[in-house]
Antibody, heavy 120, light 108 residues
Framework: QLQLQESGPGLVKPSETLSLTCSVS??????????WGWIRQSPEKGLEWIGN???????YYNPSLKSRVTISVDTSKNQFSLRLSSVTAADTAVYYCARQDHSSRIFDHWGQGTLVTVPS | DIQMTQSPSSLSASVGDRVTITCRASQNIGSYLNWYQQKPGKGPKLLIY???SLQSGVPSRFSGSGSGTDFTLTISSLQPEDFATYYC??????????FGQGTKLEIK
């Protein structure tokens, strides 16, 4: 059974870098059938796609966040990670990791999410 | 970016009711439209993909229709576990996936 679990600090200071990890069990990140992605949710912006990574290491980012985002994968640990630099209070949100089917592009499995707060 | 607009934003209904939620895209997205259900403290759950295909394990009371710019999610007979927030999402633009603002379904 596929499970995704987000982990990382719940509080990040303004101007610092937010770092989160998604641990995946029940599927391999080396599979060519899927992308692995990050989505965040806030009351102000709703659900916002951040970006995703393919098994080859190719990444795709939301243009509005592209200058600050890095997604990487560690296949030895079956984990992928998100780094968001120069955070502000506007980056306060629940961050989800998710699996995205390569052909249909649907987000078919999500983690339970982790709240990250950036104080103003 | 492709904008997704859902209506209504909230809806009160009773167990057994038939409910319809609509989603409109700002441009033609073909059938690249997906529906998710979210309950408090949980990640979204995929219900419908490609506008009308039911995800495995999802009850048949859920159905989707539409193409182009106008789409609907219908719940034929509301059950207590269906009270949640529903989101549409377009997967037409691979450069930027976008979601609707959500429809909160509450018990009347």
């Amino acid at each position: 059974q596929l499970q995704l679990q987000e982990s990382g600090p719940g509080l990040v200071k303004p101007s610092e870098t937010l770092s989160l990890t998604c641990s995946v069990s029940g599927a391999s990140l080396t599979s060519t059938s899927y992308y692995w992605g990050w989505i965040r949710q806030s009351p102000e912006k709703g659900l916002e796609w951040i970006g995703n990574i393919y098994s080859s290491g190719i990444t795709y980012y939301n243009p509005s966040l592209k200058s600050r985002v890095t997604i990487s994968v560690d296949t030895s640990k079956n984990q992928f990670s998100l780094r968001l630099s120069s955070v502000t209070a506007a980056d306060t949100a629940v961050y989800y990791c998710a699996r995205q089917d390569h052909s249909s592009r649907i987000f078919d499995h999500w983690g339970q999410g982790t709240l990250v707060t950036v104080p103003s | 970016d492709i904008q997704m607009t859902q209506s209504p934003s909230s809806l009160s209904a009773s167990v057994g009711d038939r409910v319809t939620i609509t989603c409109r895209a700002s441009q033609n997205i073909g059938s690249y439209l997906n529906w998710y259900q979210q309950k408090p403290g949980k990640g979204p759950k995929l219900l419908i993909y490609a506008a009308s295909s039911l995800q495995s394990g999802v009850p048949s009371r859920f159905s989707g229709s539409g193409s182009g710019t106008d789409f609907t999610l219908t719940i034929s007979s509301l059950q207590p576990e269906d009270f949640a927030t529903y989101y549409c999402q377009q997967s037409y633009s691979t450069l930027m996936y976008t979601f609707g603002q959500g429809t909160k379904l509450e018990i009347k």
